[in-house]
Nanobody, 120 residues
């Protein structure tokens, strides 16, 4: 089964940038749409951005449009999330996961996530 490992989180100031990576092992993700999700305590995990397997179609939640960019390198079995103009409300644990072509989550094992903290 594919294992997903997220990295790249950390502490950033408001207005700053971070780049998250999601490395898949144990199988290829090149044939699947992938998404980045985030979760804060007491809230449901929410989809932030998605990318089709070929990278030619993307989705962004309204609250990150124009600030975040999702991309993928299928040769490296990796999905990225470039986060610019960070806001304190972006503070969360970020996860990657397979999604459908309609941007719905495909239930499976979740990685440990990577924590992003944005200070004001």
């Amino acid at each position: 089964q594919v294992q997903l490992v997220e990295s790249g989180g950390g502490l950033a100031q408001a207005g700053g940038s971070l780049r998250l990576s999601c490395l898949a092992s144990g199988g290829t993700i090149s044939s699947y749409p992938m998404g980045w999700f985030r979760q804060t305590p007491g809230k449901e995990r929410e989809l932030v951005a998605g990318i089709h397997y070929g990278g030619y179609r993307t989705y962004y939640a309204d609250f990150v449009k124009g600030r975040f960019t999702i991309s993928r390198d299928n040769a490296k079995n990796t999905v990225y999330l470039q986060m610019n103009s960070l806001r304190p409300e972006d503070t969360a644990v970020y996860y990657c996961q397979r999604i459908t072509s309609q941007w719905a989550v495909v239930h499976g094992n979740w990685g440990q996530g990577t924590r992003v903290t944005v200070s004001s």
